[in-house]
Nanobody, 125 residues
Framework: QVQLVESGGGLVQAGGSLRLSCVAS????????MAWFRQPPGKEREFVAA????????LYAESVKGRFTISRDNAKNTVLLQMNSLKPEDTAVYYC??????????????????WGQGTQVTVSS
């Protein structure tokens, strides 16, 4: 049974930092492209960042480029999202997602079949 478990969310002031972790189990982690999505209050889920199964390529939403960094540790079945210079508009529930798909649009939630339960990030102004 595949499980993705996020942690690291919380309340932080604008300009601060948080690091989210997602630990995967029940899958061959190194074969999966991993991603972070988020859902702000009252809005649709949106793409944040992805790191390909090969580990060499990353994708970012324009709104987080230069502030967020996604990375993975295949030995620990973990994907991380380092979030710096946080803004109130980064407030959302953050979800970890995994896919085996190749050559797809990794920025869309439809590409992912495995999801975590989410972790709340709240940035105060």
């Amino acid at each position: 049974q595949v499980q993705l478990v996020e942690s690291g969310g919380g309340l932080v002031q604008a300009g601060g930092s948080l690091r989210l972790s997602c630990v995967a189990s029940g899958l061959t982690f190194s074969s999966y492209t991993m991603a972070w999505f988020r859902q702000p209050p009252g809005k649709e889920r949106e793409f944040v960042a992805a790191i390909l199964w090969s580990g060499g390529s990353t994708l970012y939403a324009e709104s987080v480029k230069g502030r967020f960094t996604i990375s993975r540790d295949n030995a620990k079945n973990t994907v991380l999202l380092q979030m710096n210079s946080l803004k109130p508009e980064d407030t959302a529930v953050y979800y970890c997602a995994a896919t085996l798909s190749r050559g797809t649009n990794y920025r869309t939630s439809d590409a992912y079949r495995k999801w975590g339960q989410g972790t709340q990030v709240t940035v105060s102004s």
